[in-house]
């Protein structure tokens, strides 16, 4: 088993630190079968659980940013948060589909940022129908949207699974129809629909 690197101890401690120690890590740490694509030594997800202040499940790979993605030598953590409690199933299945996504730049010999929409990105555990997502920056102004360690940085990727009608919205209008299909329908990116 690989040892974190430095940056990526960065990245857990930055987490805790804001987070507080999460309910549940899971530790993915399996290359995708006859890959020959350079991916991750491993990917933890970590799970915090809602709580009296918060009524959101949050998710959050660690180990991503181990490698940059291809194009623009960027790094990345990927975040999914979701309105409410998640039973122990559904729970599992996500990390599963966070551990697979994160390889995603990797695989495709590509990069994820912002506003980016991956239209097939499988089935979503807990949002029945949904297979595509947006790559959103912070939900608020001046909310968490990089890590810095040592003159690295690493851009946190909110993962925002999108229906198949926000899907032929983006196509047909870009990300600014899409947002502004947002506020005028009144969605909650948080939870199914």
Request: charged share 20%; hydrophobic share 40%.
């Amino acid at each position: 088993m690989k040892k974190p690197s430095s940056l990526v101890k960065a990245v857990y401690h930055e987490h805790i630190a804001r987070f507080g120690e999460p309910a549940q890590s899971i530790r993915y740490e399996d290359a995708p079968i006859g890959s020959s694509t350079a991916v991750p030594a491993f990917v933890d997800v970590m799970v915090w659980p809602t709580d009296e202040e918060l009524d959101i499940t949050s998710f959050a790979t660690i180990g991503m940013s181990d490698r940059e993605m291809a194009k623009h030598g960027e790094r990345a953590e990927l975040h999914f948060s979701l309105e409410g409690d998640v039973d122990p199933q559904t729970t599992g299945k996500i990390t599963l589909f966070l551990a697979n996504l994160s390889l995603y730049p990797f695989i495709n010999h590509s990069h994820l940022d912002w506003w980016h929409v991956i239209p097939e990105a499988g089935h979503i555990p807990h949002f029945t129908d949904m297979c595509s997502v947006l790559i959103h920056p912070a939900f608020v102004e001046d909310g968490w949207s990089h890590i810095s360690h040592e003159a690295q940085s690493v851009k946190i990727l909110n993962i925002v699974p999108i229906t198949r009608q926000e899907l032929e919205v983006y196509r047909a209008s870009g990300i600014e129809g899409l947002q502004r299909y947002f506020e005028q329908h009144d969605i909650n990116l948080f939870a199914p629909r």
